[in-house]
């Protein structure tokens, strides 16, 4: 039953991510597009499509997913501050908003997870890296997902 409740959930466009919830006689869908959002119009669409897969007798609703904007304050280490410019200041930037961006409902942020995708952007070039606001894994609910809010980058 949820696999079939997941199948009608995604099979909406625009739905990337579902999270579903089952109680006893309950059952509480949770989705979202790319950027971690739900229209109102694709929420009525999944309503729509979740009918020939909701079994009989359970209450079911849908909802979207709840947002958690984390902030990225990082300070990175170069071998070569020759090399320190705005096109390195972008594509760390823009490497820590893709990571962000593309986790998944009730995906926890792990640290070293977000430092090996900075330190991979060139392994000679980046000595170190060290985060002011993320001191250890970033838990989250079930329902929640990770979206990238504002990113600081200091390169030394």
């Known amino acids: 039953t949820m696999k079939a409740l997941d199948y009608g959930t995604r ?9 579903i919830r089952e109680e006893v006689g309950y059952v509480r869908i949770y989705a979202h597009d790319r ?3 739900l229209k109102d119009t694709t ?22 997913v709840e947002k958690v904007v ?7 280490t170069v071998t ?3 090399r320190i410019n705005n096109a390195l200041r972008d594509r760390v930037e823009t490497v820590i908003r893709n990571y962000l961006n593309s986790q ?3 995906q926890n942020l792990i640290r070293a997870d977000l430092l090996q ?5 060139d392994d000679d070039l980046i000595y170190d890296c060290v985060f002011h606001n993320l001191d250890a894994n970033l838990t989250i609910r079930d329902e929640e997902i990770i979206r990238a809010g504002e990113v600081t980058i200091e390169l030394v």
């Open 104 to 106: 998944t409902v009730s």
């Open 70 to 76: 984390v902030p990225i304050d990082v300070t990175i």
């Open 117 to 121: 995708a900075i330190m991979n952007i």
């Open 11 to 19: 099979q909406v466009e625009d739905v990337s991510g579902v999270y």
């Open 80 to 82: 070569n501050t020759n």
């Open 35 to 37: 950027n971690g959002e």
């Open 43 to 64: 929420l009525e669409k999944i309503k729509l499509a979740i009918e020939d897969y909701r079994p009989a007798g359970i209450k079911l609703d849908v909802f979207p």
